[in-house]
Nanobody, 127 residues
Framework: QAHLVESGGGLAQAGDSLRLSCTGS????????MGWFRQAPGKEREVVAA??????????ADSVKGRFTISRENARNTYTVHLQMNNLTPEDTAVYYC??????????????????WGQGTQVTVSS
């Protein structure tokens, strides 16, 4: 079992930066990839970025490449993933969900292979 808790998010203006963090507990996460999805009103949940357990490999959605950076810190039974979001646009407005899956490749399969979810944190970007 694992438990994910997000922090960060909030209100921003276009061009601003925000940083999301997610702290996961549970020995399972030691070998799991972790990442972020987002869901805007009326849209499907989509992957944003993910990072493997080592961490030495990451994945980004095309829409955030060059603007968002994912990082990960592994400690004893505590695993923290950060999402640094720069040059935000109104299109980044969504609820952002932390997640964990067995493999980094799992994030290429939509939500079907995600085992754990955080409660979500709202990011709102105004123009």
């Amino acid at each position: 079992q694992a438990h994910l808790v997000e922090s960060g998010g909030g209100l921003a203006q276009a061009g601003d930066s925000l940083r999301l963090s997610c702290t996961g507990s549970g020995r399972t996460l030691r070998s799991y990839a972790m990442g972020w999805f987002r869901q805007a009103p009326g849209k499907e949940r989509e992957v944003v970025a993910a990072i493997n357990w080592k961490p030495d490999s990451s994945y980004y959605a095309d829409s955030v490449k060059g603007r968002f950076t994912i990082s990960r810190e592994n400690a004893r039974n505590t695993y923290t993933v950060h999402l640094q979001m720069n040059n935000l646009t109104p299109e980044d407005t969504a609820v952002y969900y932390c997640s964990a899956a067995p493999f980094l490749a799992s994030y290429g399969q939509g939500t079907s292979q995600i085992d754990y979810w955080g409660q979500g944190t709202q990011v709102t970007v105004s123009s």
